[in-house]
């Protein structure tokens, strides 16, 4: 009979045989620290118009509450770092995560096998996959799985990985042995802090929401508050800006997922094809991608609001 360890090695050989980049294990409990920082961080509304944030609390906090019996959340991390960048250094910009297929998409397939190898090999266990979606808080999971450390920014980094993947999640009453936590490598560095046009960093590890690009450009429904012109730097869906200044991730590496590849079409768009986008030509470039979810008039108002046109103040569809 196996072990929780001997369990576990086999998960993890299993996981960077199917080309995820970094597997740990936590053990299944309530995440007593991170309760009190999400209750604060609510009450003084960092999470802006996101209310899905506050649904759920107590689900949030404890994996059991999602999976009854829970012993192991398993964090997984799946890169997507790309040297590739768009023709027209004029043209506005999108988050390198949004290049490809939508990423939920892809794991969830990514996960299937990996989930096939824990029942087949393991036996009959309660199993959830998670990718960014539930209420999960990642980020805690993959520290405590010791996949990474939360940084200043609030986005996970590893050591000789930098920061440019996705986290996904499984979490089971298959008993696995834990890893230890991983341990924080910031130090005195204050880059992303320093870097975030918006001033969203309000501290070292505390992040305004409601003040990042990524919210103004994907998550807020309405106009965007004018005292935010000319703090976007040309990026309309996401902001890879606190990433991309992050000394750890001079050791990104080039991703191999071809469904993250951009396609061509998207890359050569030029400063004047990107503002004089049409509904057909977004359906197109962006049918499955995840930049369809700001849907066409969302990404419609982010292009009038770099380019300072009165259409970004208008109602949006």
Not at 37 to 54: K, N, P, S, V, Y
Not at 92 to 116: E, I
Not at 170 to 177: S, Y
Not at 210 to 224: D, N, Q, R, V
Request: proline fraction near 6%; hydrophobic fraction near 35%; charge should be neutral.
């Amino acid at each position: 009979m196996l072990t929780p360890r001997e369990k576990a090695a086999l998960l993890k050989a299993e996981a960077h045989r199917l080309g995820f980049l970094a597997c740990g294990v936590a053990r299944a409990g309530f995440l007593e620290e991170e309760a009190p920082r999400l209750e604060r961080w609510l009450r003084e509304g960092r999470h802006g118009e996101m209310g899905w944030m506050a649904n759920h609390f107590d689900m949030r906090l404890d994996p059991r509450k999602l999976v009854p019996g829970a012993k192991s959340v398993i964090s997984l991390t799946y890169n997507y770092h790309t040297p590739v960048r768009q023709t027209d250094p004029a043209a506005p910009k999108l988050s390198t995560y949004a290049y490809g297929r939508d990423y939920h998409k892809v794991l969830k397939r990514r996960l299937k096998p990996l989930m096939a190898f824990i029942t087949e090999r393991f036996g009959d266990v309660a199993l959830r996959a998670f990718v960014d979606s539930g209420p999960v808080l990642e980020k805690a999971w993959a520290q405590r799985a010791g996949t990474g450390w939360v940084g200043k920014h609030s986005n996970v980094i590893r050591q000789g990985t930098g920061s440019f993947f996705f986290l996904c999640e499984l979490i089971t009453d298959l008993e696995l042995e834990p890893d230890a936590p991983a341990t924080d490598h910031c130090g005195t560095c204050r880059r992303c802090i320093d870097a975030c046009p918006t001033e969203a960093i309000i501290a070292p590890y505390q992040v305004d929401g409601s003040k990042c690009i990524s919210y103004f450009t994907i998550e807020l429904k309405g106009a965007i508050p004018q005292e935010m012109k000319g703090r976007f730097a040309d990026r309309v869906f996401g902001c890879d800006i606190c990433q991309d200044v992050c000394p750890w991730n001079r050791f990104s590496k080039p991703h191999n997922e071809p469904e993250f590849s951009p396609p061509d079409a998207l890359m050569d768009l030029s400063r004047d094809e990107w503002h004089g986008m049409t509904e057909l030509l977004f359906e197109e470039l962006f049918s499955i991608s995840a930049v369809k979810r700001t849907k066409y008039g969302g990404l419609r108002r982010n292009l009038d609001f770099i380019s300072g046109s009165l259409r970004a103040e208008g109602p949006q569809q």
